[in-house]
């Protein structure tokens, strides 16, 4: 088990589905930043079910409580403690669950692994556990945007096969930045297309009443990041922003700039010329298929990438599965789950997006500090 | 700069691509495995230049030297250093890229981070450093092989838009059961399917003779993985998986099981249904479209993984580009180069996958041993 | 700041004097050991303020709750988050050192480093956070009773001048062997030598009288210990113990084995001969200067160290000092302070040694699981 | 095994006594400083064996050769690899050790430990590893020095039971300002004070008649260190300065400040009174009990710290020991040997000092220039 993420900018989270709470230490964060609770809780609505008729109708408040790092308004460098009581969950609607194993969920792999498990709600394996990252990725927002001005936006670009017609792939990368974060909270699907968002939430709709669910993309972008974060040749910036987004429950893959559709490309089409820009030694590239990413370092473009989910696991129709002794046997599901997690994955996307920028801005500012103090 | 890799089994490299040399220092190899240095040299052959017509035609011995951590050729348990020297480079032939960035390069961003570059070769950015992540996955392997009886292997599994016909996304997973080593070197391509395979050929000789450049994909599966690998919440399997596949030059893109494909079924249809296995506490499913991997730890399942490599960046043909100085210019390569680079990338996603399972098993091990002892 | 310690076994405190709670996550700890609320709170109460007249009378039920990581009773690998609260602090009580900085205290450091602080209580220098390493020190201690039947226990064998008479460098270490819990929990100073501990008691009872205060020495022995833990060259297991110890507040020095006395011996009497032990694989020493770890890895003997701890920095006698201004003024402490913390520094140095050898044990164990499985 | 030290200045060492060779890789130095061989072969030569008639007659060259890191005399902020060959060593000399175990040795521990181990000359747990930290050491030092003005110097306080005049715990922090290189490297000692060493000189020379070795204490003072050093609460400038000294072969105790004799000293007199400085918001202290430390963070004094060596375990003398089988037998040590391992320590733990110090330079340059940007 390993809960913690990061090098200096550092969170571990804590917390089941269904124990006493959920959520996060954030050790490292820089002194001085005025970090305010309501920004904090602005992000957990986001996330938290019961915000639309588009996901799961749970009605947890998830209210945050801050227990230490923060004095008179500001961090004081010391770790930040932050806890969202659980309230009082129903565990008895998990029995049926104990002895059985859910397919495509962790609840083989962790009986497997651990020998003992919390099967109530999906336990340490269930999304609530994002919670303490929305939470910690909210107080990197702040400081980059506060120190930086750096600038992190995610929308759902594509529901099953549905995409934004701006979207998909290639398209994503000049797309990301026109998008605002009005259009993309315009809807409660986070698709910030119109049309697109019609046609998603009657598939989503749709999926529910027909007991099944649906996958899809969410396309995330930074803007304003200052060239040279990243630390190759093994903490490279894009190879740990994989690693953060494949944290996430339920991801399959992960693309940055031209992604798999750039494979398909030749590099005289693919590589992004250099040309002069407003300072001299910062030229800017006219296309961007690295994705903002040269070498495992930012070269000051807009960093874009994507996210893919697959369907959720939970579905009310009858599935085959096995005990836990091995014997077969039928599931559905009972319970209010979310047919489609894309529209409440976009803070979660945001956040490790946020704490990853936050972690190698850090990094890079120990050796940037230097470099003109050696000369 | 992070040039370290592993928690257990951990691995750091050095090297410029024009320095005296390259090498790897792997620590926290269990004792007394049995490493040849023959085992070690030939995952460096697979990966070296001037192997086929296909490749760069620079001829490289890249013979490696253990220095430390063999005692009568077992491991001892203490750092195994392994050097690969340069020998007499053409440093000469750089002198036009001292001034200039080459599009798509980490030459910008290494400058405007570091204030300070080796542009020989790429410096620290070229691909040479691979070597010392190929001799320590060398070391890796044998673990496996030896203790746990893991087989890894890799293949390419499209060239620009030539795919197998048995690959291509899902279609892969299945295809991973059957593949064999033999068919996949019997060809420079390290395709394993003798009509794709001719076709690739023929598109990247024409790719040389254009001056351009192809990219592609990278299937690896992981065969006989033990089930409990991976560490949630944040080191799970499929998220160090991603980070390390991320990390080689080049890559723009990782999925796992269904991956991105997977975002347009339904959960219905992308859920793996257990059944009963030949032991009544392992379970067997019997679509794999998780890819082996269920919330962050392995199934047991084969482990399936596609890593998105763009065009080659070094192309013969003229790019518009600028100077350290920030005025336009005009760039066009000398030398000899790879006009696709994946079939040397074969031996290096091996390796990575490799080193991460390696890592992964040890931690795992340490957990295990435990749980009866408390029981 | 740092406030995680640990590799496998891994904790990380948080929280200030005055903020609205103290607690640890705990990251790490294999599944299935049983773990009971009332074991932790136990070593809580030896840790808390007013549980005797030697120590300050600030009555601090410090209760704790744990909020993750049990399931009916039992860890299930995920993380253990506790939390204790602080209670209505009277916060104004520190307003006068709000604007000034007390001698051999943090609070300069931490205004010159933070350029912020939490000036009540010490912030986040106090000793209230060493409440999260005694509740994650009794679960490692648990840990390693019930895996391996290891014995950790602490005493006080000086106090300003006055020591054991079978304490005192050397001689503390045939002396670890024969002491009990009990000796030591006999009486409030937790020295298990009787005329020492009365001797120690006037004086502590004179220190508070006179508005000054007192150092002394912890001694720890950890017995039963699994030879073979330790990871040299850097992670040596009396170098974690260093690091391990000199992070409690207040301590300056700490020694193993011989320590400093061992420098004034020649290496013929200092060396510890080996002769046949019961095992043929496992001989012993007839003396043990090595205090129980050779070349940073434990030898099966009893593990000794002592760790120095200066005299309370607050007493209530007055002082020269500055303001933050940097104007001289004079400081005379209020309020209800530890004339000497040794007494309460028992259970944490405990905890410490604790978690330095739980977190190897994991360690190790990979390792060793692994040996016999190559051969 | 765990070969690794520092979190952003970051080493990592390998090789055994009588393997191909030892070395270092440094990861993490900032890009554009000036390094030198020679400055590196300077402290090696120091540390060297055969440097003048109070150590070992063994003759090693110890020639460091740098393969990575540097372009054109100065770091690039790669990984610098640096390597000294082991020479033709005459392995043939340790056959009678090959199934027995030294007295307080690490031979026993590793064979425990790894199952399996190189028993020529200590193999990894010999002194020669050392000379990887030294090489990093120095340039941990040029860095430090070129950017801050730091300046650390290390020498031999007590030998056996003669320490200088001006030295002996308490009265080092005086002598620490004073005190010069010149002084220190004056003999063959390492010790300041001439009549302290002469007497040094003697004694030992008397040990090496004997078939005897000697113990004894280095001191070592850094001087212009910042404010602001550490990262508590585990972390602390403090407990990483204990653990990189206690991770030196041969230490047994480590103290800062006052120290051990600190513990005898009442409140009022050991707390440091604070007085106005140069400059308002950097007071001075007026006694430095706290060794330069408070909280865990440097205060701008001078640190000193005082690292015991037990004396020398291999001696001439006949030794009781027992076989790898557990038979009872009799050692005497051939070949040439140091009676007393001081002189060539300090070097050593000069590197450490310089290692830790530069760690946490990097360390606290990104808190700091954070704290401004945010006002």
Redesign the interface.
């Known amino acids: 088990?390993?809960?913690?993420?990061g090098?200096?900018f550092?969170l571990?989270?804590?917390?089941?589905s269904h124990?006493?709470?959920?959520?996060v230490?954030v050790?490292?964060c820089?002194?001085?930043?005025a970090v305010d609770r309501d920004e904090i809780q602005l992000e957990l609505d986001r996330r938290r079910p019961g915000q639309s008729r588009l996901v799961t109708q749970r009605n947890e408040a998830d209210q945050v409580?801050?227990?230490?790092?923060l004095?008179e308004g500001?961090?004081?460098?010391?770790?930040?403690?932050m806890?969202v009581d659980n309230g009082d969950q129903n565990s008895g609607a998990y029995d049926h669950l104990k002895d059985l194993?859910r397919?495509?969920?962790?609840d083989?792999?962790?009986q497997?692994?651990?020998?003992?498990?919390?099967h109530r709600g999906g336990?340490?394996?269930s999304a609530r556990?994002t919670i303490g990252r929305v939470a910690a990725g909210a107080i990197a927002r702040k400081l980059l945007a506060?120190?930086a001005n750096v600038d992190v936006l995610a929308w759902v670009s594509?529901v099953?096969?549905i995409g934004c017609t701006a979207g998909g792939e290639i398209a994503d990368i000049d797309f990301a930045a026109e998008i605002t974060r009005q259009q993309v909270e315009a809807g409660p699907t986070r698709c910030p297309e119109p049309a697109a968002a019609a046609a998603m939430t009657e598939r989503i709709e749709q999926?529910r009443r027909d007991?099944?669910?649906?996958?899809?993309?969410v396309t995330v972008a930074a803007r304003n990041v200052p060239?040279?974060l990243?630390?190759?040749?093994?903490?490279?910036l894009?190879?740990?922003?994989?690693?953060?987004?494949?944290?996430i429950?339920a991801?399959?893959?992960?693309?940055?700039?031209?992604?798999?559709a750039?494979?398909?490309?030749?590099?005289?089409a693919?590589?992004?010329?250099?040309?002069?820009?407003d300072?001299?030694?910062?030229?800017l590239?006219t296309s961007n298929?690295?994705?903002g990413v040269?070498?495992?370092?930012?070269?000051g473009a807009i960093i874009v990438c994507r996210v893919?989910?697959?369907?959720?696991?939970?579905?009310s129709?009858e599935?085959?599965?096995?005990t836990?002794?091995?014997?077969?046997t039928v599931l559905a599901a009972k319970g209010r789950h979310d047919p489609c997690v894309l529209p409440r994955a976009v803070p979660i996307v945001e956040a490790m997006m946020n704490l990853v920028l936050a972690d190698h801005w850090?990094?890079?500012?120990?050796?940037?500090?230097?470099?003109s103090?050696?000369?």
């Open positions: 088990m390993t809960s913690s993420f090098q200096l550092r571990t989270t804590f917390g089941e124990g006493v709470a959920v959520g230490v050790d490292g820089p002194p001085n930043l409580q801050i227990l230490s790092g004095f500001r961090t004081t460098g010391t770790p930040i403690a806890v194993y397919p495509s969920h962790a083989y792999t962790y497997a692994k651990y020998g003992v498990r919390d336990g340490r394996a556990e506060s120190a594509q099953a096969d999926a007991g099944d669910s649906l996958g899809g993309v060239v040279g990243g630390e190759p040749v093994f903490d490279k894009d190879a740990d922003l994989a690693r953060a987004m494949m944290s429950p991801t399959k893959g992960f693309e940055i700039g031209s992604g798999f750039g494979t398909r490309m030749s590099g005289l693919h590589n992004d010329p250099f040309v002069p820009g300072r001299s030694d910062q030229p590239t298929h690295s994705g040269q070498g495992g370092i930012s070269n893919a989910f697959k369907p959720t696991a939970t579905i129709s599935q085959k599965t096995v836990r002794e091995g014997e077969p850090l990094r890079q500012r120990a050796t940037a500090a230097l470099t103090e050696l000369d």
